[in-house]
């Protein structure tokens, strides 16, 4: 039985033949992740968010939004004007509705109105953390989605708020339309960030493949 180091050098003393012990190589060594892994590793839940934003978005505005015309004799919920709304439309639309109509808007405004802009946001700014490496440009570019968030949420609020009053004070269909516009223009501002942060990512990796 081969005899331990210990017991080579009671017995041989300093002339005593210790074997060589080498360390196990070090797996991994290096922590630095390039930005090619950092995207390839967020692409499949950035590209389930993107998908998972377009459906919500069709459904809140192409169809759910849309049908609920056929409640209001035509007239388009507020939500879905582009360029904002005035206080006599709001009151022509209140009177067109019913209880039940303003019911069911306030339904949607907490169930898809809710989950498009969070998971638009949530997924444009992970779209714009993988594909930008820079600190100060990536924080910069995540203003426009998280502003959007806030902006389409308060907006559901407002817009139940001054269809909720009798008579709507023009204050509060200021505000309404504000962030209804608000909404929009901060969505298209999204839209062209998100396609600019993948254009710098794809520039990033091109550099990467380029170095030695």
């Not at 269909?173 to 396609?195: E, K, R």
């Amino acid at each position: 039985m081969a005899k331990t180091p210990a017991q080579r050098i009671k017995k041989h003393g300093n002339k005593a033949v210790l074997p060589e012990h080498q360390l196990p190589p070090v797996i991994n060594p290096t922590t630095t992740r390039s930005p090619q892994k950092a995207q390839s590793n967020g692409n499949p839940i950035v590209i389930a968010g993107v998908v998972a934003s377009l459906c919500l978005f069709w459904y809140l505005h192409l169809l759910t939004l849309n049908q609920m015309t056929q409640l209001t004799g035509g007239l388009a919920m507020p939500d879905s004007l582009v360029g904002g709304f005035s206080t006599e439309y709001l009151q022509q639309l209140r009177a067109a509705m019913d209880d039940e109509a303003r019911g069911q808007l306030n339904y949607v405004h907490k169930t898809a109105g809710t989950l498009f802009p969070l998971i638009f946001g949530f997924s444009w700014l992970l779209l714009i953390g993988t594909n930008v490496p820079r600190k100060a440009l990536r924080w910069a570019m995540w203003a426009g989605p998280l502003l959007f968030v806030v902006i389409r949420l308060w907006g559901n609020v407002a817009i139940d708020a001054a269809l909720a009053t009798p008579t709507p004070d023009a204050g509060s269909v200021v505000l309404a339309s504000t962030l209804a516009v608000s909404g929009w223009v901060l969505l298209l501002l999204s839209l062209a960030v998100g396609g600019a942060a993948v254009l710098l990512g794809r520039r990033e990796v091109r550099r990467g493949a380029g170095r030695p």
